[in-house]
C-alpha cells in the first residue's frame, strides 16, 4: 500500500536560514509525490510535485523538493525562511493506478507545523 | 478563476443529528473529492467522483454518510446519524482531467463539531 511518513511533528528555524522538512514514501511503481502547506483556518494549497524527470523540483514561494530514489525520500527545502513560511506543511502519494484509471486519491502524511522565529 | 466553494464554514451539532455539507468545484472540474481532516492528523479521502460516478469510496462510512454529485457539478456530503469521532474538517477538492489533472485543488473546508 502506497503511504508516507513525515517524521518530525515540528520543525523550528531562525528567519534567513535554510529549512527542511522531512518526507519518505512507500509505493509499489514509480511515485507520484506533493507538497501541499496549510495555514490557519484555510484548505490546502499546492507547493509543488515530482512526476518523473529532474529530481530537484521547484514550487511556489520559492520551495523546491529533492526526489531521492534509493532513500525513498522527497524532502522539502528553502534556501532562506521567512516568517510568512510558518504553516503546517504536508507531503503526500497518489494512490491507486494510473493517470486515467484507476482512482488518483492523495495519501497524506501527519502533517510538520513549521515555525519561523524572526 | 474562482477557486473551490464550500459552506458552511463551520458548524456544531450535537450527536446523533444529521449534517450535511456543499462544495462547489472550480468550474469545468470532472473529478470531485472529499476528505476529513481529523486534528492532528493528514486528510483521509472519504469519496471520489469522477463526473456524476463513484471511483472510489472504500474509505466511506456508509452506515452514515452519503454523497452525492447528481448533475456532475456541485456535491453535498451528509452525515446522518453524527458521532463524537465525526468532529473533523471536511475539505472538498477538485481537479481537471487534463493539463493540471495531477494538481488538487482544496476549498477552504467545513469545521465540524460535534457535541
Known amino acids: 500500500a502506497q503511504s508516507v511518513a513525515q517524521p518530525e511533528d515540528q520543525v523550528n528555524v531562525a528567519e534567513g536560514n535554510p529549512l527542511t522538512v522531512k518526507c519518505t514514501y512507500s509505493?509499489?511503481?514509480?511515485?507520484?509525490l506533493f507538497w501541499y502547506v496549510q495555514y490557519p483556518n484555510r484548505g490546502l494549497q499546492f507547493l509543488l510535485k515530482y512526476i518523473t524527470g529532474d529530481n530537484l523540483v521547484k514550487g511556489s514561494y520559492g520551495f523546491e523538493a529533492e526526489f531521492n530514489k534509493s532513500q525513498t525520500s522527497f524532502h522539502l527545502k528553502k534556501p532562506s525562511a521567512l516568517v510568512s513560511d510558518s504553516a503546517l506543511y504536508f507531503c503526500a502519494v497518489r494512490g491507486g493506478g494510473e493517470y486515467g484509471g484507476a482512482t488518483n486519491k492523495l495519501i497524506f502524511g501527519t502533517g510538520t507545523l513549521l515555525a519561523v522565529q524572526p | 478563476e474562482a477557486g473551490v466553494a464550500q459552506s458552511p464554514r463551520y458548524k456544531i451539532i450535537e450527536k446523533r443529528q444529521s449534517v450535511a455539507f456543499w462544495c462547489n468545484p472550480i468550474s469545468g472540474h470532472a473529478t470531485l473529492y472529499w476528505y476529513q481532516q481529523i486534528l492532528g492528523q493528514g486528510p483521509k479521502l472519504l469519496i471520489q467522483f469522477q463526473n456524476n460516478g463513484v471511483v472510489d469510496d472504500s474509505q466511506l462510512p456508509k452506515d452514515r454518510f452519503s454523497a452525492e454529485r447528481l448533475k456532475g457539478v456541485d456535491s453535498t456530503l451528509k452525515i446522518q446519524p453524527a458521532k463524537l469521532e465525526d468532529s473533523a474538517v471536511y475539505l472538498c477538492?477538485?481537479?481537471?482531467?487534463?493539463?493540471?489533472?495531477?494538481?488538487?485543488?482544496f476549498g477552504p473546508g467545513t469545521r465540524l463539531t460535534v457535541l
Open positions: 477538492a477538485s481537479n481537471p482531467i487534463r493539463g493540471r489533472a495531477n494538481e488538487q485543488f
Open positions: 509505493v509499489s511503481g514509480n511515485p507520484y
